[in-house]
T-cell receptor, first 114, second 114 residues
Framework: DTEVTQTPKHLVMGMTNKKSLKCEQHMGHRAMYWYKQKAKKPPELMFVYSYEKLSINESVPSRFSPECPNSSLLNLHLHALQPEDSALYLC?????????????FGEGSRLTVL | SQQGEEDPQALSIQEGENATMNCSYKTSINNLQWYRQNSGRGLVHLILIRSNEREKHSGRLRVTLDTSKKSSSLLITASRAADTASYFCATDNPAKNYGQNFVFGPGTRLSVLP
């Protein structure tokens, strides 16, 4: 199984809503990533979890709150977002270690903030 | 901040022609990877080249790496309409977060016309 599954595929929320994006993988990867991608731009790294611990936070605003409940799951909790947070949110996973690692991406969750 | 930068930003060719995309980066790397993204979808890993390698092939793909110039190129031979996508290079910085900080270049949007 070489899939990373993201839900929901599409999400529309108001600025006062609380919602969550979910990501799941069963490849035994112990690193999981959240990327944000705006239209016609490259993915930008938000968070990295390594062995279920947050290892990288790229100065992301606190209205984005990541959670890694176990080695297969990664959540991104959203609260009080702004319209400029509308984007494609991509989850990825990989093996951990200093060797070469490829990222396996999900299809993304397209978020629209009204 | 961007590590890799691709050129051209957009490339339009006829089916059967070869497509060449270039990527430049700024810091030392462990390896450089190329990814493909169909419109609005997740990224798919194409090929990885390690810092001690100069050239690598995979099917119709050929990647070169010149660490002295901090640049890489991706050649797609005998292009097909199905190759229409955005192509991104990604690099890791071994001096930062054990190379987990994968950074993507701005990408090249390739259009292959039938």
């Amino acid at each position: 199984d070489t899939e990373v599954t993201q839900t929901p595929k599409h999400l529309v929320m108001g600025m006062t809503n609380k919602k969550s994006l979910k990501c799941e993988q069963h490849m035994g990867h112990r690193a999981m990533y959240w990327y944000k991608q705006k239209a016609k731009k490259p993915p930008e790294l938000m968070f990295v979890y390594s062995y279920e611990k947050l290892s990288i936070n790229e100065s992301v605003p606190s209205r984005f709150s990541p959670e890694c409940p176990n080695s297969s799951l990664l959540n991104l909790h959203l609260h009080a977002l702004q319209p400029e947070d509308s984007a494609l949110y991509l989850c990825a996973s990989s093996h951990v270690g200093r060797g070469a690692r490829e990222l396996f991406f999900g299809e993304g969750s397209r978020l629209t903030v009204l | 901040s961007q590590q890799g930068e691709e050129d051209p930003q957009a490339l339009s060719i006829q089916e059967g022609e070869n497509a060449t995309m270039n990527c430049s980066y700024k810091t030392s790397i462990n390896n450089l990877q190329w990814y493909r993204q169909n419109s609005g979808r997740g990224l798919v890993h194409l090929i990885l080249i390690r810092s001690n390698e100069r050239e690598k092939h995979s099917g119709r793909l050929r990647v070169t790496l010149d660490t002295s110039k901090k640049s890489s190129s991706l050649l797609i031979t005998a292009s097909r309409a199905a190759d229409t996508a955005s192509y991104f290079c990604a690099t890791d910085n071994p001096a930062k977060n054990y190379g987990q900080n994968f950074v993507f270049g701005p990408g090249t949007r390739l259009s292959v016309l039938p």
